[in-house]
């Protein structure tokens, strides 16, 4: 499933001024060789192409989506209203409120339709669970998370040990 032709991932967000934090997930996916496709859907501004986008993910073998947005943040619910896909949200930081906006409007789904909500701005995390979630069907992606976070463990080790010096 690694480096397959068609994108796995879909990384959409609802302005290109959101592309700065939802970089984290890009950046992934580029890590971990998966191909993703990356688009600006508003839920507000664009809300055909939303539910055009949402609708049709999985038959272009989309297999989970992150979305990204910020303030009045419909569009990772929205989406997850119209695909069986699991999706990702990603609350963006925004001037007035922090994210405090993006995270609430996010997280706070109803029952029946769940958004795996990543905390303000961490779009890296929602590219790792993209991919985790995508490893338990790929068991050579499954051991490149593994490794990736035995590197992680031993940066701390390599951490304590330059404290220790
Ligand atoms: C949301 O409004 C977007 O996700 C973005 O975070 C926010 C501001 O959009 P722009 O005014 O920068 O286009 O829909």
Redesign the pocket.
């Known amino acids: 499933m690694t480096n397959s032709q068609s994108p796995l991932i879909g990384i959409i967000?609802?302005?290109?001024?959101?592309l700065p934090t939802m970089q984290g997930a890009i950046a992934v996916c580029e890590e971990f060789e998966v191909e993703c496709e990356v688009a600006i859907v508003?839920?507000?501004?664009t809300p055909e192409r939303m539910v055009d986008y949402a609708q049709t993910a999985h038959t272009r073998g989309i297999k989970v989506i992150i979305a990204?947005?910020?303030?009045?943040?419909h569009?990772p619910g929205m989406v997850a209203a119209l695909t069986p896909l699991p999706v990702i949200g990603v609350p963006?930081t925004?001037r007035h409120l922090k994210g405090i906006d993006?995270l609430y409007s996010i997280v706070q789904m109803p029952g029946g339709i769940p958004v795996a909500t990543v905390a303000i701005g961490s779009a890296k995390n929602a590219g790792l669970l993209a991919v985790q979630i995508l490893g338990t069907q790929d068991i050579e992606l499954r051991d490149r998370v593994q490794r990736y976070r035995q590197s992680l463990s031993q940066s701390v080790l390599d951490k304590q040990a330059n404290l220790d010096r």
Not at 13 to 18: A, K
């Open positions: 967000m609802g302005s290109d001024s959101d508003s839920a507000h501004r990204g947005a910020g303030g009045a943040a569009l963006v925004t993006s």
